[in-house]
């Protein structure tokens, strides 16, 4: 409850939060929009009361608070007119340099000349899209997408085009096959969004192979790929893929990371290393949207750097995050009903988990907030309203504990609406098998739909199962 | 007279959102009015807040389980405090669609045909078995909805038999109970009842028309864009007249007071009305349909929260007697 009390007189024609007034004036792009059902229920999700697996955020509560003091005074003692002041828009040599050290650390080199440093990763897909698409233009993306980057896309009226994933990443023979089908129309897509390591919400990481697949279509092809790789050192189990840069060597690859996963999301701070003619692009359109990124943070970051083994921090955050995604899956194969299937991320935040089709996970989130959790609907990661039956569930933004209480709470949501879908369909499959025509079928009235659609539909919309994956 | 008025918005529900707006809105008026406003997001320390904060009345722009359905209210008379809109009775039979449609029914108001079931008639009773016999009474398409939700969430159309058990599981998501309901072909209109000198009026109908043809997309239809609405509707003067004094009608025999929102349909076959809920809280957005027909009848935003705040529910009290 919050309780402000104005005082009581106020201009007569105060009438700003009538919007009617200025309808007319807003563009075409602002009216797409996402389902208003789904954020009014997201907007529940943020209450104290709730324990939210919805959110992407990494825990930043273990950063000392005696380093960050420390950081924050050298920066104000050594750096102080130049941390106050505007930056050059690429952003400041120095912090390019420990970007150059972040990227040799997953086997990428990159000359600092072919940087740009971004307030946060989201800015590069704001970027990309900024100088890349016209209204109607064909973006690919993988099925499900990156939630955050749907209005992005959307605001630049893209036409989404999702290709469906597996366990290995996004599937190159649907990938091959859509390419070929927009070529016969005459439509040629901009670009290919992927997210290859630990990928937000589906929690699976693209294969070696496919990594090669997808640089070698992209060479073939003329199409730029905008890797976004937030998540790649956050790896728990397994060896290190190369980043699809490292492959294609800076030919087709715009590559996008962040320090929000590493250090902190709240210096928002990102970079894009890209082919050099769409880096200056790029660079222009920095500067029509915030000129530079913030130089107290790159300070910061940059001293930070200075300070010591920043892998050590990062080390421990992969402790932290590992305890928690075992504590998930464990909950999960606990608490989940057999009908339910989960990816098995080897890093990143997240897990993508599938209910049997009759669940939409929108209603169910209605449902799993009366007994205070929350999660986020799969439809968020399409454009084209599949999804309705996953969630993503995220593990790294809140304690051991609360992923158990949380996973417990929503298994026991989800096993009671399977166990009242089976007491309506189970009593009629009987029913209807004793007596066969129980009544005449109307002309309106299709068969039932058949069982190769589901399975189909199945297919669209499930990785495989992977609950016991090794 | 300048009141101390406490605005009761946002809440728990999933109108939070929606109610959020109305509140801030009527907040907005009820400061032009002169009035004090104390703006209070409704939690579990609202007794202790209207306590500290004494109002004169409770503004209530709460939508949705809890704020319409008599809760605040049976708090706020419990506290010995005027507020506005509804008393307790009309808003627990308006905000149960289930038991409104009985009223309806047995009044002889038409609604469209229905049944309704909670969770233990499946559970307990076998009610699962009746389906066929109550698909075929329907006739499809068949709505599924949550008893109690004031938005379109849970409410889904089911084509087929196939669709029913789904569309129940997510209904059952919002409510222990839930109605099948036949769905009506046709006009979809509103029409917003106040309570003028003379009595309940009825306000010029708004006419929702979806832009697209996907109609079985419940939530896609009432998000901005997708729906346009029309008003004064343009529909003949006998049916319009006819659609006003159902909705006065059922107004009275739900026991609404102040302001209300009673939604019907107008049926393409046969050009039969008929009326499918009232909501005792009807949104005060900007898009919302309320103050739409209240402008259409030359009853500005401000006047219309002035008639509200005049019609409030007496405090209960002993000093008041």
Redesign the interface.
Same mark, same amino acid.
């Given at each position: 409850? *919050?309780?402000?009390?104005?005082p009581?007189?106020?201009p007569?024609r105060? @009438?700003a939060? &009538?919007?009617?007034r200025y309808a007319a004036l807003f563009a075409e792009r602002t009216?797409v929009?996402k389902?208003?059902?789904m954020? &009014?229920?997201m907007? $529940?999700t943020e209450?104290d009361d709730v324990i939210s697996l919805a959110g992407g955020l990494p825990d930043t509560s273990t950063f000392p608070a005696d380093s960050y003091a420390a950081l924050m005074g050298k920066v104000a003692a050594e750096y102080c007119a130049r941390a106050l002041q505007y930056g050059p828009t690429e952003g400041f040599a120095p912090l390019k340099r420990c970007i150059q050290r972040v990227m040799e650390a997953e086997g990428t080199s990159i000359d600092t000349d072919d940087l740009l440093v971004t307030t946060g990763g989201q800015q590069v897909i704001d970027l990309v899209c900024k100088v890349l698409l016209d209204p109607g233009d064909v973006v690919v993306a993988e099925a499900p997408t990156y939630p955050g980057a749907v209005p992005t896309f959307c605001a630049y009226q893209a036409d989404v085009v999702q290709i469906t994933m597996d366990r290995d990443g996004m599937r190159m023979d649907e990938l091959a096959d859509t390419l070929a089908q927009l070529e016969r129309d005459g439509r040629r897509p901009k670009f290919i969004y992927t997210v290859p390591n630990f990928h937000n919400p589906a929690g699976v990481t693209m294969s070696l192979e496919r990594r090669h697949e997808l640089v070698r279509i992209a060479h073939d092809r003329e199409l730029l790929i905008l890797e976004d790789n937030p998540y790649g050192l956050l790896r728990y189990d397994g060896a290190p893929l190369p980043t699809l840069r490292s492959i294609d060597r800076g030919e087709y690859v715009i590559y996008a990371s962040t320090f929000s996963k590493i250090l902190s999301p709240g210096v928002r701070l990102g970079w894009t290393a890209a082919p050099r003619p769409v880096l200056q692009k790029m660079m222009i359109g920095k500067q029509s949207s915030d000129l530079c990124s913030s130089s107290i943070a790159q300070f910061f970051v940059t001293a930070y750097f200075e300070e010591g083994p920043w892998e050590d921090y990062v080390r421990s955050l992969i402790e932290i995050y590992r305890r928690r995604r075992d504590v998930m899956l464990d909950s999960l194969a606990e608490q989940f009903p057999r009908e339910a299937e989960w990816t098995h991320p080897e890093g990143g935040l997240f897990i993508w988990a599938t209910l049997p089709d009759?669940?939409?996970t929108t209603? $169910?989130l209605?449902?799993a907030l009366r007994e205070n959790v929350a999660f986020v609907p799969g439809r968020a990661a399409f454009v084209d309203g599949r999804g309705g039956s996953s969630m993503r569930l995220n593990f790294s933004g809140v304690g051991e504990d609360d992923i158990r209480e949380g996973i417990r709470r929503i298994g026991e949501v989800v096993r009671e609406?399977v166990g $009242?879908?089976g *007491?309506? @369909?189970?009593?009629?499959a009987v029913? @209807?098998a004793a007596a066969p025509p129980?009544?005449q079928p109307?002309a309106? &009235?299709?068969a039932?739909?058949p069982r190769e659609d589901a399975a189909a539909l199945a297919q669209i919309l499930r990785l495989p199962a992977n609950r016991r994956a090794s | 007279v !300048?009141l101390r008025v406490a605005v009761l918005k946002g809440g /728990?529900s999933?109108? /939070?959102?929606?109610s959020l707006?109305s509140g +801030?809105?009527a907040e #907005?008026a009820l /400061? /032009?009015l002169?009035?004090?406003?104390? !703006?209070? #997001?409704?939690? +579990? #320390?609202?007794v202790t807040?209207l306590t500290d904060?004494a109002p004169d009345v409770a503004f209530i722009a709460l939508h949705g389980p809890e704020g319409e359905d008599g809760t605040v209210q049976e708090l706020l008379e419990a506290m010995g405090i005027a507020y506005t809109g509804s008393g307790v009775s009309a808003c627990i039979r308006a905000s149960d669609k289930v038991l409104a449609k009985h009223a309806m029914r047995d009044r002889g108001v038409p609604t469209p045909d229905f049944f309704a079931f909670n969770?233990t008639a499946?559970?307990v009773l076998?009610a +699962?078995?009746a389906?066929?016999a109550i698909?075929?009474r329907l #006739?499809?398409p068949i709505v599924v909805k949550p008893a109690g939700q004031g938005?379109?969430?849970?409410i889904k159309f089911a084509r087929?038999?196939?669709d029913?058990?789904?569309a129940?599981?997510? +209904?059952? !998501?919002?409510d222990r109970k839930v109605l099948l309901e036949r769905h009506i072909v046709g006009r979809d209109l509103a029409v917003s009842v106040v309570d003028d000198d003379g009595g309940p009026r009825a306000l010029p109908i708004v006419e929702a028309v979806p832009k697209e043809e996907d109609f079985y997309d419940f939530?896609?239809r009432?998000?901005?864009?997708r729906t346009s609405f029309v008003c004064p509707a343009d529909i003949e003067p006998t049916v319009a007249d006819r659609a006003a004094s159902l909705a006065v009608e059922v107004y009275e025999l739900l026991g609404c007071s102040a302001f209300a929102r009673v939604d019907l349909m107008l049926e393409h076959d046969t050009g039969e009305l008929y009326v499918l809920e009232a909501n005792a809280i009807p949104g005060l957005t900007?898009?919302s349909l309320l103050p739409q027909a209240a402008e259409a009848a030359g009853i500005g935003f401000d006047e219309l929260v002035a008639r509200i705040l005049a019609a409030s529910q007496p405090a209960i009290s002993s000093e008041v007697g």
């Open positions: 409850v *919050t309780i402000d009390e104005s009581g007189s106020r007569p105060s @009438t939060r &009538d919007i009617e009216k929009m389902s208003s059902a954020r &009014d229920l907007a $529940l209450r009759y669940i939409d209603d $169910l209605a449902r609406q $009242l879908y *007491t309506l @369909t189970g009593v009629r029913s @209807t129980a009544r109307a309106s &009235d299709p039932p739909a | !300048s /728990r999933f109108e /939070r959102q929606v707006k +801030a809105r #907005d /400061r /032009r002169g009035h004090e406003v104390i !703006s209070i #997001d409704v939690g +579990a #320390d609202l807040h904060a969770e499946f559970k076998g +699962a078995q389906l066929p698909e075929e #006739d499809f938005s379109a969430l849970g087929t038999a196939a029913v058990p789904a129940l599981v997510a +209904a059952f !998501s919002y939530e896609a009432y998000e901005i864009g900007e898009t």
